[in-house]
């Protein structure tokens, strides 16, 4: 009986580091191709992906947008970016104040959206984003967009309870061609840190 117990021991044992080696090799390969150069644009601090939604996605790509996406549509139709950083390369964090400034994007309709942990920031005004029907610009068309804990005058989000990483995501619906063809020179929103706590 011992001897029984002891192959039952030893092959769950296997099944058990088996399963953790494949989660983790899972994990490192998606971690890697969201890091990775393949299919990747940068634009100042915002990053895209040339396959994000479209038919020459991967497995990797694919199993990303479904671990941290809810849906993609093709690149012709939503242009995302993403940022976890600010302008000068400093990671966004809850415990800092920032100003994001820009101008209208050449796309039917944009939006831009802050989280943290891949969620919305719990907040009494329900403020998540912005978009071009309902930022407020200055007389040149140019916007700005605060974030910080404290309430600000104008475009204002909320940072909850200042703590963790923060990211920013940048949706362009139904982007002009010129767009498309300058996903890594097209004019992007900054994102300049006014100090931490």
């Given at each position: 009986?011992?001897?029984?117990?002891?192959?039952?021991?030893?092959?769950?044992?296997?099944?058990?580091?088996?399963?953790?080696?494949?989660?983790?090799?899972?994990?490192?390969?998606?971690?890697?191709?969201?890091?990775?150069?393949?299919?990747?644009?940068?634009?100042?601090?915002?990053?895209?992906?040339?396959?994000?939604?479209?038919?020459?996605?991967?497995?990797?790509?694919?199993?990303?947008?479904?671990?941290?996406?809810?849906?993609?549509?093709?690149?012709?139709?939503?242009?995302?970016?993403?940022?976890?950083?600010?302008?000068?390369?400093?990671?966004?964090?809850?415990?800092?104040?920032?100003?994001?400034?820009?101008?209208?994007?050449?796309?039917?309709?944009?939006?831009?959206?802050?989280?943290?942990d891949f969620h919305f920031i719990p907040n009494d005004q329900k403020r998540y984003s912005y978009s071009k029907t309902n930022v407020s610009r200055d007389k040149d068309g140019r916007w700005i967009v605060k974030l910080s804990l404290k309430p600000q005058e104008g475009n204002w989000i909320p940072l909850g309870d200042g703590e963790g990483k923060l990211i920013l995501a940048l949706r362009l619906y139904n982007p002009d061609p010129s767009v498309i063809e300058g996903l890594d020179s097209i004019d992007l929103p900054d994102i300049i840190r006014e100090g931490c706590r």
């Open positions: 009986m011992k001897r029984v117990f002891k192959y039952i021991g030893k092959g769950l044992l296997i099944i058990i580091v088996g399963f953790a080696l494949g989660l983790g090799s899972l994990v490192a390969s998606i971690y890697i191709q969201e890091r990775g150069p393949w299919g990747k644009v940068r634009n100042g601090p915002w990053e895209t992906s040339l396959h994000t939604g479209s038919t020459e996605a991967g497995p990797y790509t694919r199993a990303k947008v479904a671990l941290f996406g809810t849906l993609a549509l093709d690149p012709s139709e939503v242009g995302y970016y993403i940022t976890f950083n600010d302008s000068k390369g400093q990671p966004l964090d809850c415990r800092c104040n920032y100003r994001m400034e820009g101008k209208d994007l050449s796309a039917r309709w944009w939006s831009v959206t802050v989280y943290k």
